[in-house]
Every structure is written in C-alpha cells, then in structure tokens.
C-alpha cells in the first residue's frame, strides 16, 4: 500500500507500507486442516477449517463421514457466497446428514 503526503510547500511524498498481509495469509494457510488440503472451495472459506477444529471433527463423527461432508461442501458451488465458517458449515452439515440417517434407520 502506498500513502501519499503533502509536504508544507505542496510536494507530493510517497512512502511504502509493510501491511504484512503474507504473513497473515502463511499462518492462515499453516493451520488448515489437512483434510482439506485438496478442497479449494473448503480452504479458501473466510474461516477455513483448522487443525483443531478438524481433529474434533474426526473424533466425534469419524474421518469418513468428515470426508464426505467435505466433499459435498466442495461441490456445491454457492458455499462460499453463503458459508464463511467451514468449521460450523460442516457441524450443521454433519448433524443433519446423522438426523437424516437415523430417520431412515426408524422407518
């Protein structure tokens, strides 16, 4: 980013900002999960989802019902026009994806 100034005899000055932004994007990337690497839509979600927030899915619904929710989300095309946090998407998605097969098993 540059920041122009105005000097007291009217020059114009231009001075460069450090914003750090590749810093902040290199930590972003770091702590995504690797289930989701593969998944661009997933990954590149406002809050993608991280390490911890990953293993948390895979202890309490297991890896393959983690994947396959993952991949639904990826294919569907208006998740990150609707969806900023992959963490509570795949929560919501997970829970109704177990109500729906619990309802199947009853009837």
Same mark, same amino acid.
């Given at each position: 980013?540059?920041?122009?100034? *105005? ?8 001075? $460069?900002?450090? =914003?750090?932004? +590749?810093?902040? @994007?290199?930590?972003?990337?770091? @702590?995504? %999960? !690797?289930?989701? #690497? ?9 809050? !993608?989802? =991280? ?7 895979? #202890?309490?619904?297991?890896? %393959?019902?983690?994947?396959?929710? &993952?991949?639904?989300?990826? +294919?569907?095309? !208006?998740? *990150?026009?609707? +969806? ?6 795949? *929560? +919501?998605? &997970?829970? *109704? @994806? =177990?109500?729906? $097969?619990?309802?199947?098993? &009853? =009837?």
């Amino acid at each position: 980013m540059i920041i122009k100034k *105005r000097t007291a005899n009217g020059q114009q000055t231009e001075q $460069q900002t450090d =914003t750090n932004k +590749n810093v902040k @994007n290199e930590k972003k990337v770091k @702590n995504i %999960h !690797p289930i989701c #690497s593969d998944l661009s839509n997933v990954s590149g979600m406002d809050e !993608p989802l =991280t390490v911890e927030q990953g293993d948390k899915l895979i #202890s309490e619904f297991g890896e %393959h019902k983690v994947k396959e929710i &993952l991949q639904q989300m990826e +294919n569907y095309k !208006p998740l *990150r026009k609707k +969806n900023i946090n992959a963490n509570r998407t795949a *929560r +919501n998605w &997970l829970s *109704r @994806n =177990t109500k729906q $097969q619990s309802f199947e098993i &009853l =009837t």
